[in-house]
């Protein structure tokens, strides 16, 4: 199994900056992706930015492109999102997701307990 733990978030003003960390423990043989979502209320659950291992390759939605950045440690299996010049419309609880290989080179798609983020006046 595998088990995330997410922290930061919280409530910031328009314009303000807030960082998300996800930290990923348990039997990880290999990493597929490695990101976060965030969902707002009456929403779908959408991809914000994430890495895939396989193909060396990061993706960051257009509508926070250049506000957010999305790291990673790949020795300590964590994620992070540095999120800058936050909007109201970035408001939603955001899911760290790790897509790995786990136990027996089973498939494993492993989410955060989620973290809310309020951007408000």
């Known amino acids: 199994q595998v088990q995330l733990v997410e922290s930061g978030g919280g409530l910031v003003q328009p314009g303000g900056s807030l960082r998300l960390s996800c930290a990923a423990s348990?039997?990880?043989?290999?990493?597929?992706?490695m990101g976060w979502y965030r969902q707002a209320p009456g929403k779908q659950r959408e991809l914000v930015a994430r890495f895939t291992s396989g193909a060396s390759t990061t993706y960051v939605d257009a509508a926070v492109k250049g506000r957010f950045t999305i790291s990673r440690d790949s020795a300590k299996n964590t994620v992070t999102l540095q999120m800058n010049s936050l909007k109201p419309e970035d408001a939603a609880v955001y899911y760290c997701?790790?897509?790995?290989?786990?136990?027996?080179?089973?498939?494993?798609?492993?989410w955060g307990q989620g973290t809310q983020v309020t951007v408000s006046s």
């Open positions: 997701n790790f897509n790995v290989m786990s136990t027996g080179w089973h498939l494993w798609d492993a």
């Open positions: 348990g039997v990880i043989l290999s990493i597929n992706h």
